[in-house]
């Protein structure tokens, strides 16, 4: 913990240094030669579209709550973190106009980038944070939960807090929230919602996705990667909060220094999509001795 205060110490003073070397390391440009993020008119515009619009109209209190009731129970198999990134080769994340890559590539662009970066032993668990980072995923994969597998508007794209009312002007397609029964709710649909002002980040419940079901994954199955590493796989989505600083009243002190290692993580996730696509197989015993290193290697509950 006192490496990743210090780390944390470190940004602030090489925050131009850090920014002028990402600048030169990564594209400016996504894989279609467009900026990135571009939710106006990209390549992939109807099916990021129709996306988000079912997302907002469609996750609710009541849809979250049930979903963590099902998935949080890790019933669904035992499969060892390689075998799960494999089954992402048949996934194309359907929220993404940056990229339509299956997401297995993606997890390996976004750790070697930051491999790059933080090439320190000491922060190897980064590493290990941008491999693991989209494994929820398999939430959308029949070979993870058969029948009972998520329509992606419950798997993918940016999260935002159910329970209090959309900061619509911070949310991409905001306009299908209007659709979404939790809108006109009296509690739900209110600024604060069920959220006290300075509860903390963490309190919020999040619509659900791939980070959560993650992050809360990780925990269950004993994972030592320190809870910064952790944060970043949770929080990594909720665009409105850590980009365009939407929900800033419920920030609880210790908000910002995880906010840090979330934007640190992200400009990584972000950037990698237009970086050429590696050569995983030669990356897997790196990345497995990893796995071992953090209490993720064998067969895990998913």
Same mark, same amino acid.
Request: charged share 25%; net charge negative.
């Given at each position: 913990?006192?490496?990743? +205060?210090?780390?944390?110490? #470190?940004?602030?003073?090489?925050?131009?240094?850090?920014?002028?070397?990402?600048?030169?390391?990564?594209?400016?440009?996504?894989?279609?030669?467009?900026?990135? !993020?571009?939710?106006?008119?990209?390549? =992939?515009?109807?099916? +990021?579209?129709?996306?988000?619009? %079912?997302?907002?109209?469609?996750?609710?209190?009541?849809?979250?709550? #049930?979903? !963590?009731?099902?998935?949080?129970?890790?019933?669904?198999?035992?499969?060892?973190?390689?075998? +799960?990134?494999?089954?992402?080769?048949?996934?194309?994340?359907?929220?993404?106009?940056?990229?339509?890559?299956?997401?297995?590539?993606?997890?390996?662009?976004?750790?070697? =980038?930051? =491999?790059?970066?933080? &090439?320190?032993? #000491?922060?190897?668990?980064?590493?290990?944070?941008?491999?693991?980072?989209?494994?929820?995923?398999?939430?959308?994969? &029949? =070979?993870?939960?058969?029948?009972?597998?998520?329509?992606?508007?419950?798997?993918?794209?940016?999260?935002?807090?159910?329970?209090?009312?959309?900061? #619509?002007?911070?949310?991409?397609?905001?306009?299908?929230?209007?659709?979404?029964?939790?809108?006109?709710?009296?509690?739900?649909?209110?600024?604060?919602?069920?959220?006290? &002002?300075?509860?903390?980040?963490?309190?919020?419940?999040?619509?659900?996705?791939?980070?959560?079901?993650?992050?809360?994954?990780?925990?269950?199955?004993?994972?030592?990667?320190?809870?910064?590493?952790?944060?970043?796989?949770?929080?990594?989505?909720?665009? &409105?909060?850590?980009?365009?600083?939407?929900?800033?009243?419920?920030? %609880?002190?210790?908000?910002?220094?995880?906010?840090?290692?979330?934007?640190?993580?992200?400009?990584?996730?972000?950037?990698?999509?237009?970086?050429?696509?590696?050569?995983?197989?030669?990356?897997?015993?790196?990345?497995?001795?990893?796995?071992?290193?953090?209490?993720?290697?064998?067969?895990? !509950?998913?």
């Amino acid at each position: 913990m006192v490496a990743i +205060v210090m780390a944390v110490d #470190e940004m602030a003073y090489s925050e131009q240094k850090v920014a002028t070397s990402v600048a030169s390391l990564f594209s400016e440009q996504n894989m279609f030669g467009d900026s990135f !993020r571009n939710y106006e008119a990209s390549v =992939r515009q109807a099916e +990021v579209s129709q996306t988000y619009n %079912a997302m907002h109209s469609k996750q609710t209190v009541e849809f979250v709550q #049930e979903q !963590r009731a099902n998935w949080l129970k890790f019933d669904k198999g035992e499969f060892t973190v390689m075998e +799960v990134v494999e089954m992402l080769d048949d996934l194309v994340d359907d929220s993404d106009p940056d990229v339509d890559l299956p997401n297995s590539i993606h997890d390996f662009q976004t750790a070697e =980038r930051i =491999r790059e970066q933080w &090439p320190d032993e #000491e922060y190897d668990w980064f590493h290990l944070v941008g491999l693991l980072h989209d494994l929820g995923k398999v939430m959308a994969l &029949p =070979r993870m939960a058969g029948a009972a597998k998520l329509e992606q508007w419950a798997v993918v794209g940016d999260t935002f807090p159910v329970g209090c009312a959309p900061a #619509e002007d911070a949310i991409v397609f905001p306009e299908a929230f209007k659709q979404n029964p939790d809108y006109t709710h009296p509690v739900y649909g209110a600024t604060n919602g069920i959220y006290e &002002p300075g509860c903390g980040i963490s309190k919020l419940m999040l619509s659900w996705g791939h980070d959560e079901y993650m992050y809360q994954m990780l925990k269950a199955n004993g994972c030592t990667i320190p809870e910064a590493g952790l944060n970043m796989i949770r929080l990594h989505s909720f665009y &409105p909060w850590h980009d365009k600083r939407a929900y800033a009243q419920f920030e %609880a002190p210790e908000d910002a220094e995880t906010m840090k290692w979330v934007k640190e993580f992200n400009k990584f996730d972000l950037y990698s999509k237009g970086d050429a696509i590696p050569d995983v197989a030669a990356l897997k015993p790196y990345y497995t001795s990893l796995l071992k290193k953090y209490n993720l290697d064998g067969k895990l !509950r998913w």
